[in-house]
């Protein structure tokens, strides 16, 4: 029963162990789900399933017949159009990325867009290039068809190079495809879990270093090969240094002007996006500016810079996939694939939770892995979001994938008509655009500082992820950041958090003994907490702790009794020692007998339990022993286990966790296990845990269930801590009178005792 007392409550119940619990309280019988229930469910058919699934595969049977077409058309319309101008900039300057002609990041703008508007279920994202994939898809471009391979005779020309490259391409962005749509449809959804927000973040910071350092051969127009190995980087810089002097001036110059402009004018739509109504497009002016300049000023001509050359007008035909390159880019390809959908769902989760609707993972893997097969087959390469794109298609006012399309046309409009007008265009141009979008990447260096403050964990695993991109490799560093996250996981499991537990405020509440000065710890009990699950890696860490918060090892207690005992009958075999109503008197002198000879006279018989049925007095092991023979004291008679925070415990952990329960047990220490969750008793029971010595029994609700338990069974009216006085007119019922003991927020506290 509770009693509401103000701001305080009161609570009248009896002391309950797990057993008396349930043999008080009925519990309802449920029938658990095996795994071949699950199978069954999985693989049923039924008029509403297939309704269920037909609606999940194709999401817009859901939302395009309720689209408000007055309200929201004109906002995709507007927003689309702006997208598709950022989408036509960034697959041109993305493409340089992927090392293959700049007009093949059309495609890659182009073809995912169609597939994702039927498939996808986010609104706000807008699919199509994005650097980090762009930037792994040429690295595996690069280590298939090197920047050499001109000069060993097995191409002709650069025609002949670009065509194997954007096949490699293909091939590539194929193959995740590929491994995207086998997660989806295998429910992987989750995988994404495991990339975790300081690991992305490393990550892509370390992919923006790539992109800075892969387009400097564009901004400075040197011929510089692709190294796509471990310290590629570093070799990279160092073939851009060691060319140095053969700068093109007018690229370079050209770069930094549009860098120059493209930074400040983004900083100003940052400062006044609430008054400006749309973003000024700065990629679009500076590109039209930069390619009117360039054709009237013959910019290729005076000052031999590069430009972006004839784009082929219309599609070309859909190619299979080389299957010599699918065998060769497996990796690569899982790579893209996992770090492509990471990007995208974390983008598009963000979007949903700011206009409350729901993304599924599982249909965000297909759509994606279905966009990168089309946009492949199309010559294209990977595709996810780029951040500052949907930004865009966002911030403009776009309300559903109607802006995609929109921003399709867009595109389209551009492949198949006005292409040749970007002719003229710098390729230095392009990279510096592509360097303008990483601003907010590049920024993430400040969040080094912040993490550490706040979980020194997260921190180390951004600095490793970033420092493992940056010099082994994007593909490479990330299963090296991985691998490092789940290291620190065991870590942390393995190096639980083990506390000794005091009652504060002489309530029910147990909290750190190093927290609070108001505590009471009840004489001769050891409160102990282990915050984490307990396993065959932890185990012995969480053994260890649990000696040191009690003081002693009761193995070694154990053992030196057993000595002790094995001492006490050789002498009185002797008649060295004499039984008196005082005890025992030793009547010759002693004589000391090495712990090695104990040691090595029927050792195994030390870890078993005391027996003293043979001797003539009973050892009382806390008071004087006979000269000679020498026993740890042992102070306490009660230890409590708080498993509230332990949510398994596996075979080999159950193992020795048994054993070292035993171990107390056989020095006359009580044990009780206290807040454990469902099922774990019935797990025990499965797994033999239980016999003569570990008993069911000593399971108990809560702590304070257990506490109390132990001051009724001690016999508390001798203690001077607290006083028991049996109430009268029941001889089951106690009041517990305080006094420097537990009390509650009343004077006194109704307890009933465990039948």
């Not at 762009?134 to 068809?145: D, Y």
């Not at 001109?150 to 025609?159: E, F, Q, Y």
Request: charge should be neutral.
């Amino acid at each position: 029963m509770v009693e509401p007392v103000g701001n305080h409550y009161v609570v009248a119940r009896p002391v309950y162990s797990e057993n008396l619990f349930n043999e008080e309280h009925e519990k309802l019988h449920r029938y658990h789900k095996t795994f071949w229930d699950h199978l069954k469910l999985y693989f049923c058919c039924s008029p509403q399933r297939v309704k269920k699934i037909a609606l999940g595969l194709f999401p817009i049977v859901s939302w395009l017949p309720v689209y408000r077409f007055r309200e929201w058309i004109l906002s995709d319309i507007i927003s689309g159009i702006n997208t598709g101008l950022v989408a036509v900039l960034q697959g041109l300057a993305f493409a340089l990325l992927v090392n293959i002609p700049p007009g093949y990041g059309l495609y890659a703008a182009f073809f995912p867009v169609l597939v994702y508007f039927i498939f996808g279920t986010s609104r706000h994202i807008s699919v199509g290039p994005f650097p980090v994939l762009s930037l792994m898809v040429g690295g595996a471009v690069v280590r298939l068809v090197p920047d050499d391979i001109a000069g060993n005779g097995t191409s002709t020309n650069i025609s002949a190079i670009n065509e194997e490259r954007v096949m490699v391409a293909a091939s590539v962005t194929f193959l995740s495809g590929v491994f995207q749509l086998l997660l989806g449809i295998l429910q992987f959804g989750f995988i994404v879990i495991y990339l975790s927000q300081s690991l992305i973040s490393g990550f892509t910071t370390a992919a923006a270093i790539h992109v800075v350092v892969s387009q400097l051969k564009f901004m400075l127009q040197l011929p510089v090969p692709g190294f796509n190995k471990p310290f590629g980087i570093v070799y990279t810089l160092e073939s851009v240094f060691s060319q140095i002097t053969e700068t093109n001036i007018a690229d370079l110059v050209t770069s930094l002007v549009v860098l120059l402009i493209v930074f400040v004018v983004k900083e100003m739509n940052d400062r006044y996006k609430a008054k400006l109504p749309t973003p000024i497009p700065i990629e679009l002016l500076v590109t039209v500016l930069a390619a009117l300049i360039s054709h009237f000023a013959n910019f290729e001509e005076k000052f031999n810079v590069a430009v972006v050359g004839k784009l082929e007008e219309g599609f070309q035909a859909p190619v299979a996939p080389d299957v010599g390159v699918l065998q060769n880019c497996i990796g690569d390809s899982i790579s893209i694939a996992i770090v492509g959908f990471a990007v995208a769902f974390s983008v598009a989760k963000v979007y949903s939770i700011k206009h409350d609707y729901p993304v599924d993972g599982n249909q965000e893997l297909i759509a994606f892995g279905l966009g990168n097969i089309v946009g492949g087959s199309f010559k294209g390469f990977a595709s996810s979001t780029a951040l500052s794109r949907s930004g865009v298609q966002e911030s403009t006012g776009g309300k559903t994938q109607i802006a995609g399309i929109i921003s399709a046309v867009i595109v389209l409009i551009v492949i198949l008509g006005i292409g040749f007008l970007l002719a003229p265009l710098q390729k230095s141009v392009l990279a510096s655009l592509a360097l303008g979008n990483l601003k907010g990447m590049l920024m993430q260096f400040k969040e080094v500082g912040i993490l550490w403050r706040k979980d020194k964990y997260d921190c180390v695993i951004w600095v490793v992820t970033f420092l493992a991109a940056v010099f082994l490799g994007l593909d490479i560093g990330l299963a090296t950041a991985v691998a490092f996250q789940l290291l620190t996981v065991v870590i942390r499991s393995q190096i639980p958090s083990c506390t000794v537990l005091v009652n504060v405020g002489r309530s029910n509440i147990y909290r750190n003994r190093k927290d609070y000065t108001d505590i009471y710890e009840p004489e001769g009990v050891k409160i102990f907490r282990c915050s984490s699950p307990i396993f065959f890696a932890n185990i012995e860490f969480f053994r260890e702790k649990l000696i040191t918060a009690v003081g002693f090892n009761p193995l070694r207690v154990l053992r030196k009794r057993n000595k002790a005992l094995r001492k006490i009958r050789k002498m009185l075999k002797k008649g060295e020692l004499q039984v008196t109503p005082k005890g025992l008197i030793c009547m010759a002198n002693h004589t000391h007998e090495s712990d090695e000879e104990l040691d090595n006279n029927r050792i195994e018989e030390l870890d078993q339990p005391t027996s003293m049925t043979d001797l003539p007095i009973q050892i009382d092991w806390g008071a004087d022993l006979p000269p000679g023979i020498t026993v740890p004291r042992v102070d306490i008679h009660s230890i409590i286990l708080d498993f509230s925070a332990v949510s398994f415990l596996d075979f080999s952990a159950m193992r020795v966790l048994q054993k070292t329960l035993k171990e107390f047990v056989r020095i006359d220490i009580d044990i009780y296990i206290a807040g454990a969750h469902e099922g774990f008793l019935d797990k025990l029971e499965r797994c033999a845990f239980f016999d003569e010595e570990i008993k069911p029994s000593m399971f108990f609700l809560t702590i304070h269930d257990a506490v109390l338990h132990i001051l009724l069974k001690k016999d508390i009216a001798s203690s001077p801590k607290l006083k028991l006085a049996k109430e009268k007119g029941s001889s089951n019922d106690y009041i517990i009178i305080p006094s420097n003991g537990l009390r509650s927020r009343e004077c006194t506290v109704r307890l009933l005792s465990p039948v």
